[in-house]
């Protein structure tokens, strides 16, 4: 599947599945070096984070406590410039190390914010990764210590990530195509 039709536009395959799988295996390797011997709360942003998240912590060998908050700074394909979260219960990470599981950093607002609250609650480490960041797209300064892949600022759907709530279950990373030409 090299174009998909999601709602009124084109997409374009752009990182394949396997290349996806590929660059976990990296990631959750050196996260495993990282965090031998300790036990570690990786917290995943959802909705977006949810397959990236699932697929790093199958190649992730230490003990570690999933969980999860909500995050929203967009609708449609723009960021709305503010941040909504739900987080379930109260987020106690006093002394614990913390992994930040993001499917993507584009202007960094969603990040910051959320970075800003895990800080607060006094983890003995935070470790932030994303599986795409867009250099060129970030506003805001934020922490990242591992990015899968580094991307320019087009909008992409995919692999968790959406297009007013379609899109997330394909397989690979897929870009707005330049031509909305549908023989094409």
Same mark, same amino acid.
């Given at each position: 599947?090299?174009?998909?039709?999601?709602?009124?536009?084109?997409?374009?395959?752009?990182?394949?599945?396997?290349?996806?799988?590929?660059? &976990?295996?990296?990631?959750?390797?050196?996260?495993?070096? *990282?965090? *031998?011997?300790?036990?570690?709360?990786?917290?995943?942003?959802?909705?977006?984070?949810?397959?990236?998240?699932?697929?790093?912590?199958?190649?992730?060998?230490?003990?570690?406590?999933?969980?999860? &908050?909500?995050?929203?700074?967009?609708?449609?394909?723009?960021?709305?410039?503010?941040?909504?979260?739900?987080?379930?219960?109260?987020?106690?990470?006093?002394?614990?190390?913390?992994?930040?599981?993001?499917?993507?950093?584009?202007?960094?607002?969603?990040?910051?914010?959320?970075?800003?609250?895990?800080?607060?609650?006094?983890?003995?480490?935070?470790?932030?990764?994303?599986?795409?960041?867009?250099?060129?797209?970030?506003?805001?300064?934020?922490? &990242?210590?591992?990015?899968?892949?580094? &991307?320019?600022?087009?909008?992409?759907?995919?692999?968790?990530?959406?297009?007013?709530?379609?899109?997330?279950?394909?397989?690979?990373?897929?870009?707005?195509?330049?031509?909305?030409?549908?023989?094409?």
């Amino acid at each position: 599947m090299n174009r998909v039709k999601i709602h009124d536009k084109y997409f374009d395959i752009y990182i394949t599945k396997e290349a996806i799988e590929e660059r &976990i295996k990296v990631l959750g390797a050196g996260l495993s070096a *990282r965090f *031998r011997d300790k036990k570690v709360v990786a917290i995943g942003v959802l909705n977006g984070a949810f397959i990236f998240m699932a697929d790093l912590i199958r190649h992730c060998n230490f003990d570690l406590d999933v969980r999860f &908050i909500k995050a929203k700074s967009y609708e449609g394909m723009h960021s709305t410039g503010k941040v909504e979260i739900d987080q379930p219960g109260h987020l106690d990470l006093t002394d614990e190390h913390v992994i930040l599981v993001e499917d993507i950093i584009d202007t960094g607002l969603t990040m910051q914010y959320v970075v800003q609250k895990i800080l607060a609650s006094n983890p003995s480490s935070l470790t932030v990764i994303t599986l795409l960041q867009k250099p060129a797209a970030l506003k805001h300064k934020v922490q &990242i210590d591992e990015v899968g892949f580094s &991307i320019p600022p087009a909008f992409v759907v995919g692999y968790g990530l959406d297009y007013d709530d379609l899109g997330r279950n394909l397989p690979g990373i897929y870009q707005l195509s330049s031509n909305q030409n549908p023989e094409q």
